[in-house]
């Protein structure tokens, strides 16, 4: 699953350092203010999240050429759930 | 019986959501409403009659490369790379586990994976298996990829 949410905040030992001007910073800590919310623990969430959002947007997953050919096959042929997915399916309704 | 609906944060309270796996109760609670609202995944809830959330999927939008295609293969496909979705968590609550919600999960996921394929053109779905989960999808006939067997394939066909 998602390698960055695993173990949460508790055992969090890593440090993530970065740059940023007065004004950014001040930005930064006034938003966390408004929700309530330590500044660092703020700027943790929206990177991850962003961090999320990219990863997402560039979801590409490869088949290798034995898999592809048969995929090929399976998709010049109409859907064909096996037993156990037709029956979750009618399950489902339409 | 609880019903599945599209998350809707105002309505659906998730606050005592617990599956066991840290990672996918953080998920639900701190990020998924947000990322339904960036248009990065959508999030499915399996709710009670008080709205409590008892189990989630979410889908996103994916591609899956073909590597090697004879030309002839690939003018049979609309686009290239093939457009997908990817379910990217599914979780039950502690609660109710293995009492079969996972296959009315399942079974809602590939049935709006089936509508896209109508709506636009998707030709596969892709899911995300936490590795105790890889026997599960291996069930409803999803194949593991070669390069990651935790990353499996449903396709959509025609």
Known sequence: MKPQDQGGTRNAKDRFDLRLDAAEKLRIQKAAELRGQKASVFAREVMLREADAVVAQHATVALDAEESRRFMEALAAPFKPNAKLAKALARAGE | ?158
Do not use: W
């Open chain 2, 1 to 158: 019986m609880p019903g599945i609906e599209r998350l809707d944060p105002a309505r659906h309270d998730c606050s005592a959501f617990t599956c066991g796996e840290h990672a996918l109760d953080r998920y639900l609670k701190a990020h998924a409403a947000q990322n339904q609202q960036e248009g990065v995944s959508t999030t499915h809830v399996l709710v009670d009659a008080s709205d409590a959330v008892l189990g989630y999927f979410t889908l996103s939008a994916a591609q899956l490369e073909l590597t090697q295609l004879q030309e002839a293969d690939r003018k049979r496909l609309p686009r290239y790379p093939v457009p997908a979705v990817r379910m990217g968590r599914l979780a039950i609550a502690r609660s109710l586990q293995k009492k079969g919600y996972g296959e009315l999960l399942v079974g809602h996921a590939v049935r709006r994976c089936l509508d896209m394929r109508e709506a636009l053109g998707v030709r596969v779905m892709l899911v995300d298996a936490l590795p105790a989960a890889e026997r599960f999808y291996l069930q409803y006939g999803f194949q593991p990829t070669v390069a990651n067997p935790l990353t499996m394939y449903l396709p959509l066909g025609t």
